[in-house]
Nanobody
Framework: QVQLVESGGGLVPTGGSLRLSCAASGRTFSTYDMGWFRQAPGKEREFVAAISWNGGNTYYADSVKGRFTISRDNAKNTMYLQMNSLKPEDTAVYYC??????????WGQGTQVTVSS
C-alpha cells in the first residue's frame, strides 16, 4: 500500500493563494497518473485536477481552470497544486490519489482549505 499525505491547506481570504503538497511513500509514485480531488461539506468528492505520470499532460475541472496549476516532482515523490484567485466555493477538504483512484493508494486525511468571503 502507498501512503499519501496532503499538506498546505489553510484559511485565506477571497482572491488569496495556497500551494498544496501531496507526498507519497514507496517507489511507484512516478509510474502513476495522479490527481487532486476535493470534498465540500454535504457534497460528494469531486475531481479537481490531474497530471500524467511524467508531467507531460494536465487536466482541470472547468471550475478551477485558469486558477489552479498541478505539477509534480517524481524525484521527491511529491505532487503540488498551486491555487490562485481562490473563491469561497473552493472551500473543501482536498485529497490526492491516482487518477482514477486505485485501492493500492490509501486516501490520506486530506488538507482543509477555507476561503473566507
Amino acid at each position: 500500500q502507498v501512503q499519501l499525505v496532503e499538506s498546505g491547506g489553510g484559511l485565506v481570504p477571497t482572491g488569496g493563494s495556497l500551494r498544496l503538497s501531496c507526498a507519497a511513500s514507496g517507489r511507484t509514485f512516478s509510474t502513476y497518473d495522479m490527481g487532486w480531488f476535493r470534498q465540500a461539506p454535504g457534497k460528494e468528492r469531486e475531481f479537481v485536477a490531474a497530471i500524467s505520470w511524467n508531467g507531460g499532460n494536465t487536466y482541470y475541472a472547468d471550475s478551477v481552470k485558469g486558477r489552479f496549476t498541478i505539477s509534480r516532482d517524481n524525484a521527491k515523490n511529491t505532487m503540488y497544486l498551486q491555487m490562485n484567485s481562490l473563491k469561497p466555493e473552493d472551500t473543501a477538504v482536498y485529497y490526492c490519489n491516482t487518477n482514477p483512484p486505485t485501492p493500492r493508494f490509501n486516501w490520506g486525511q486530506g488538507t482543509q482549505v477555507t476561503v473566507s468571503s
